[in-house]
Every structure is written in structure tokens, then in C-alpha cells.
């Protein structure tokens, strides 16, 4: 990897992890210089402007997390396993995240609903990837006989993100991870009733 | 009412839309000015500071949108009833914000979970009156005998609150009610499972 490419991914890092912590706005170009010892030169050479930083820096965070939560996935073979598998994995990003401020689709999602455009398709599309990911586990535990056939597996999908989304959002004002306990004790819960008794 | 209060509620309206959609961040004190048509000196003459307006806007945002969810309880008699009022509430919410840029509880949480402490610990004050009363609502419920005994009234409210303000989250990342549909579903489902089966 060459000293350019280097350069830039630490700045992406450090960018990520600052936007996400105090969002686009709270974040300033200095926050940024001072975070990776860089000139305003140095960061504007990998990045034409604050706009096209943030949104690099978005799909960097968006990226790692997932990372985290392909991890989880690939422990499980069947799709009602998976699912469960994914919960844990957006407690372990309540825990310990893998980028600092949380989960950079809630935290950007709310910063970017009014009148953010660019940043907000973008949240979209990667909500989207995320909200299919999990009907799509729905669908496939179905077919494996694992989850009743009535089941609606995008209305279980849905419910599924936002309430951990919420979860993570009570368990870090609260700064306790109790309150991410009794959410995911809730959604395994739904989950064990969707179940075919085997 | 005399004429000070007027100009003060009028900038907190004002405030209290701007900092909602756009965050403590995202809007200036410039931009307070224009949404008010006043100078500086006529806004710090009631507020001295914008942290002292965002803490004070805040809490007239909590306020108004406790109204409306006051207002939803309020036609109904039965705890249980009042649960599902609750989900009225904040469909309603999702779909007509009483204060423009969504809940107020869930933009001031995400913005200030990383360092803002004094924010941070408004919205936990205001975050617990709300978990607590639909907390209180399952005990009632349970005692009007409507809903199971061995419910678990904390871990309902939890997972009631993440999953709504998960939903509205949902709706407004991408302008479409059905999400809130799906999830409110999802919670009414989960409280007929919890009725007793009289």
C-alpha cells in the first residue's frame, strides 16, 4: 500500500470517528487537522471538501461495522441462527463500537432526514442493504423450515432494525448496556415465536 | 400575557423547529435571527447563551409533543387502551410533527450521547418520564387485570420506546409512513400477546 493510500485511509479513520461521535456539523475541519496531525493542505489533497470527506467517512464507518456483523453471521449456518447472530452483533457494536459515537446509520440518519440530500441517499441505500439482509434471512428460514410460513419477513425485518437501532440509542444516553439487554431479550423472544415447533 | 413572554415563546417556537431539524449544531444563532426577524441583542436579551436557548427549546419541544401524546392517553380509559393510544401517539408524531425535524427525544439523544452533558442529562430526564409511564401503564394494565401477570412492565416499555423511535427514525430517512406501519403492527401484535384471554 503506498504512503498515499496510507495517508488516506488514516484520515478517513479519524474522520469517521469524529463525524459519527459529534456529527457533520459538530465536527469541524480543525477537529479533523488536529485528530490526524495534518495541515488543512494535507487533508484537502485526499479530499476536495468537507461535503465529500464526510461522505467517504460515512461509508468507511458504514464498512467496518457491517465487517463486524458479517463476523457474527458467519458463525451460524442456518438463516434463524443468523438471525440471531445479528442481534448479537448490534450489541457488541452498542459495547464496544467499532467506530466511535455508535451506529453510523442511526447517527446519520437522524442528523441527515432534513435537508441533507446527498448524505441521506446515502444512509438509504446502506439502511437498505441492511433492512433486506434481514428479510432476506426471514425468507430463507422459511424455506429452510425453520420460521412459519405466514410470517411477514419484511414487517419482521423492519421492527427487527428499528428497535435495535432504538436499543442502542437508549443504551447510549443512558450510558447502560442494560437497557440494549431487555431490548434483544424482547427481539429473541419475537423471534422464538415465529419459530416452527419442531 | 405581556409582551416579553410573547417575543420569548415566539424565539423558543422558533428555536426549538431549528435546532429539531437541523441539530445544535446545524443551526446558528444567524440562523435563529432570520427564522425570528429579531438582532442578536433582542434574543439574548431573553436568553443568555445558545446553550441556554437549545436547553430551554428543548424542553418546549419535549413539552409540546407530550401534549400531543397526553391528548391521544386521554380518550381512553383502560391502561391497555392507553398502551395502544400510545402507538397513535407516535404514528402521529411520525406523520405531523407537533415541533418540525421528527422527536425531539430522539434527535437530542443521538446528538448529545457523545459530550454534551448538560443536553445529555435533559434527555434522560425526559426519556425517563416517558419510560416510565408506559412502564406504569403495563402495571395498571396488569392490575385491571387485561394483561398477563408474569409481564415484565420495564422490558415492555424498552422495547415499546426503542421501536417506536426506531420507526420514526425509519419514516423520516426515507419519507414513507409504511415503515411506521410495519413497526406499530409489529408492537400492537405484541401487546395482544400479552392480554390476558378473557
Known sequence: MGKGKVTRDMILGKAAALFNSRGYFGASMSDVMNATGLEKGGIYNHFPSK???ALEAFDFAVQTSSAEVTR???????????????????????????????????????????GHPEMKLRVMKAMDVVLHSVENLVKKGIHEGDI???????????????????????????????????????????????????
Not at 458463525?75 to 467499532?98: R, Y
Not at 455508535?102 to 442528523?111: D, F, I, Q, R, Y
Not at 419484511?154 to 436499543?167: D, H, N, P, W, Y
Request: charged content about 20%; proline content about 4%; aromatic content about 6%.
Open 51 to 53: 461535503d465529500q470527506l
Open 148 to 198: 412459519q410460513q405466514t410470517t411477514d419477513a419484511q414487517l419482521i425485518a423492519r421492527t427487527f432494525i428499528a428497535t435495535l437501532e432504538g436499543g442502542i440509542m437508549l443504551t447510549r444516553l443512558y450510558s447502560d448496556l442494560a437497557y440494549m439487554d431487555s431490548v434483544t431479550s424482547s427481539l429473541r423472544h419475537q423471534i422464538n415465536a415465529i419459530r416452527t415447533s419442531k
Open 72 to 114: 457474527h453471521l458467519n458463525m451460524q449456518e442456518k438463516a434463524i441462527d443468523k438471525l440471531m447472530a445479528f442481534i448479537d452483533a448490534f450489541t457488541s457494536v452498542a459495547a464496544d463500537p467499532p467506530i466511535p459515537g455508535g451506529c453510523p446509520l442511526l447517527n446519520s440518519a437522524v442528523e441527515s432526514d432534513d
